[in-house]
Structures are given as structure tokens and as C-alpha cells.
């Protein structure tokens, strides 16, 4: 599970170092092997919105997700990325990309 991650919290880019970022490969790559229907990751697109809905883009195709999920993936992910240095304040809007 080698590859790039980028984070960014309201449109800033959030630097990760090696671990945080490894934390993250796995983690959202744990969620989307959860959901139904999903592969391997070759290029991944997790968006929350301003209004707090989820998206996730798997190999440049749209994963459908339910409310129950979306529910449980978006308070991890926002668990996950609040402690981080340089987060500030409310989280409006976040993208995490993968590629590998």
C-alpha cells in the first residue's frame, strides 16, 4: 500500500507527515473495501461537502452510499483529521485523494 495521499480542509492543503498519512492509506482504503461493490485502489476521491455529504470516486467511478454509511464514514474521517496540525475550526469542506 504504497502511494500518494493528499489531505485538504477547506480548500487548504493539510502536510502530512510519514505516519499520518500512512494512517490515513489505511484508513480510508479500509472503509472503501467495506462498501460493496469496490476493487482495488488504483486512484481514490473521498469529498465532504459544505453540507456534509459524502463522495467517494474509486477509479474514476462514483461509488453509491447510503445514509447509514455516509453517516459512519464521515464522523470517522472527521475524527480522524481534527487533531491535525493545521486544522482549524469548523471542517466545511475536505478532499482526501489516493493514488497508487
Do not use: C, W
Not at 459544505?50 to 467517494?56: S, T
Request: glycine share 8%; proline share 4%; net charge negative.
Amino acid at each position: 500500500m504504497a502511494g500518494e495521499v493528499n489531505l485538504s480542509v477547506n480548500n487548504i492543503p493539510i502536510n502530512l507527515d510519514h505516519f499520518v498519512r500512512s494512517y490515513i492509506e489505511h484508513t480510508v482504503g479500509g472503509i472503501v473495501a467495506s462498501l460493496n461493490d469496490t476493487g482495488e485502489i488504483e486512484s481514490l476521491e473521498l469529498t465532504i461537502d459544505n453540507e456534509g455529504q459524502v463522495a467517494i470516486q474509486l477509479n474514476n467511478a462514483e461509488v453509491p452510499i447510503k445514509y447509514f454509511p455516509i453517516e459512519i464514514i464521515r464522523s470517522t474521517i472527521l475524527g480522524m483529521i481534527a487533531p491535525l496540525k493545521g486544522v482549524e475550526g469548523e471542517v466545511n469542506t475536505l478532499e482526501i485523494t489516493i493514488s497508487r
